[in-house]
């Protein structure tokens, strides 16, 4: 998969496959004069730690949200399939296997691409016909020749990487909470809070460097009552006045519990004519009926590819 997965056309092939009912089923399965499949079950994939990144160690930094593999048999893409999954594979004997884990792009299942940040799976595998032969869950890490963590908030440290706009450090309206009945990893997430007849605000991101335009992903993990907005802001040049423009805004999922999402943020970098340095902000926004709005995040990551 190209390192331009993410562009805006990619996206579009990508929706416009999805629509046309191709992009799970590839036609490369049944290829070929062999008429009696070999299948192989994929039950999955677990984020492990990788060393060679530092705050990998931290709890919480192996959040997921893989719903996918993306296979292929001697480098040929077969499909993709829902976890956990049994492929049909029109060769037997000695083949390559390899599985990438995939995701959906801004929480869509219509947008869904392998990740390119995480390692896939590689191996040969003797495939018999009619026989199935069991992966069992992959363990997978973060790419460490790949992946740069601009950001990397855990909350876990005594300083975040995000202040409210107009406000000092210590007024900051995005706080540590230490509730064990809301904390999932490690011993804090962070929280927002907006009461009915309070002004919204912005929570803004340290400065971000970044260069290389093929990738640019926020992670992020919430669970909220209210809806809250996630944007980018950053100069068209230097002369410009900053722009703050709206990447997607996230509902509520107070019932679900917990939940991930992979922010794809090269759309509204590139109206912003993509500048080398930029933010990102968090806005909570009011909902009818809610009187005291609620927000928790964690391991909020904007990753992207080395800088050229």
Not at 54 to 63: A, C, I, L, N, V
Not at 130 to 150: C, G, K, N, P, Q
Not at 195 to 200: F, I, L, M, V, Y
Not at 217 to 226: K, R
Request: glycine share 6%; proline share 4%; charged share 20%.
């Amino acid at each position: 998969m190209s390192k331009k997965l993410f562009s805006n056309s990619c996206l579009t092939i990508i929706l416009l496959a999805f629509v046309f009912g191709i992009f799970f089923v590839s036609c490369n399965e049944f290829e070929g004069d062999q008429q009696t499949p070999s299948f192989i079950y994929i039950k999955g994939f677990n984020m492990v730690e990788n060393p060679a990144i530092p705050q990998s160690s931290t709890e919480g930094f192996q959040t997921s949200a893989i719903t996918d593999a993306w296979v292929y048999v001697d480098n040929i893409y077969i499909g993709t399939y829902s976890l956990p999954c049994k492929v049909p594979i029109l060769k037997k004997g000695n083949h390559k296997i390899e599985i990438k884990p995939g995701i959906k792009l801004n929480g869509i299942s219509l947008t869904r691409s392998d990740y390119p940040f995480y390692t896939s799976y590689t191996n040969t595998h003797n495939l018999k016909e009619l026989e199935t032969d069991t992966i069992e869950t992959m363990d997978i890490t973060y790419r460490d020749d790949w992946s740069v963590f601009a950001i990397s908030e855990l909350f876990e440290n005594s300083f975040l990487s995000f202040k409210t706009e107009g406000l000092l450090q210590d007024t900051n309206k995005l706080i540590k909470c230490n509730n064990p009945d809301t904390v999932e990893w490690g011993t804090y997430c962070g929280a927002m809070y907006l009461g009915a007849n309070e002004t919204t605000y912005r929570v803004i991101s340290d400065s971000i460097n970044c260069n290389n335009k093929s990738t640019v992903v926020m992670e992020i993990d919430y669970w909220c009552n209210i809806p809250f907005g996630i944007g980018m802001t950053g100069k068209t040049s230097s002369a410009a006045q900053a722009q703050y423009l709206n990447v997607m805004t996230l509902n509520p999922n107070d019932g679900k519990g917990w939940q991930k999402v992979y922010i794809v943020l090269g759309k509204v970098w590139s109206q912003l004519s993509y500048p080398e340095y930029f933010r990102v902000f968090l806005t909570p926004l009011k909902k009818d009926g809610v009187q005291n709005g609620w927000i928790y995040v964690d391991n909020i990551k904007i990753i992207h590819y080395p800088n050229n």
